[in-house]
């Protein structure tokens, strides 16, 4: 285990950390040094990340997490600090995408992203807020999209919800950044995990064809990212990390 100096011994929350981009950025700042408290939905996955961790010589722990309840997500950042003291860092990772047009009307569908895109981020600033601000530190940082900058092909109502997030974490970052807390995003391009697993077969199909050449981002990419901006010095507040494939050019 290497150990990076502004990432070793932060208590860094993680939610969607049993798959994607938050396991790989679980391992990668366990790796720093990190002491990473684990949350997401899938425990069997949860206990296996930990355990990686674990072995490896890292300081882990987790608590199962349903981010679309406010109550389940201060659960987690209490388990934080019960087992390694104040939340340092909350990485609001946990996401889900939809590729399918409007016409499909899955308002169940709309539901869930808005639920878990929108409301997931704004219940983890919730939950580590307050006493961030009593601290006077912390570092919030969101996963959110290149689709915050740009509505992706057939996916209207996900690039929607990348949207607002991107507008809450700037705002976000006005109002706390006096109070020197940290807030950055990280926007991906395609990565390949697992989310849009359940998406308009054909649709999807239609947007990979655009991509059938690229070679996709890995989680490790966009877990580098995090690790970046948080291993800056506490004076240097890292916006926005754009990470898209080379030669991805939407």
């Known amino acids: 285990m290497s150990e ?134 912390g570092h919030i940082l969101t996963t959110t999209s290149i689709a915050a900058n740009a509505v992706l092909t057939n996916m209207a109502v996900y690039s929607g919800t990348k949207f607002a997030v991107k507008a809450i974490c700037e705002g976000l970052r006005q109002e706390a950044g006096p109070h020197n807390i940290r807030v950055t995003q990280v926007l991906p391009g395609l990565v390949m995990t697992e989310i849009g ?13 655009e991509f059938e050449d690229l070679q996709l981002l890995e989680p490790i990419d966009i877990a580098r990212a995090f690790a970046f901006a948080i291993n800056q010095p506490n004076h240097v507040n890292v916006n926005e990390v754009v990470v898209r494939p080379t030669g991805e050019l939407m």
Do not use: C, F
Request: proline share 3%.
């Open 4 to 137: 990076s100096s502004n990432i070793s011994g932060k208590v860094t929350v993680i939610t969607g950390a049993s798959s994607g981009i938050g396991h790989g950025t679980a391992l990668h700042l366990a790796e720093q040094g990190a002491k990473v408290v684990l949350g997401a939905r899938r425990e069997d996955r949860l206990k296996e990340t930990t355990e990686a961790i674990t072995q490896a010589g890292g300081s882990a722990t987790w608590k199962v997490t349903d981010v679309t309840d406010k109550d389940s997500v201060q659960g987690l950042v209490d388990h934080a600090r019960e087992t390694y003291g104040p939340v340092d860092v909350l990485i609001n990772n946990a996401g889900v995408g939809y590729v399918g047009t409007i016409d499909k009307i899955h308002v169940d569908i709309w539901d869930l992203m808005i639920d878990v895109n929108i409301k997931g981020p704004l219940y983890g600033i919730a939950a580590v807020l307050p006493e961030m601000m009593a601290r006077k530190q």
């Open 197 to 209: 697993a359940d998406s308009d077969p054909e649709a999807q199909e239609e947007l990979m064809k």
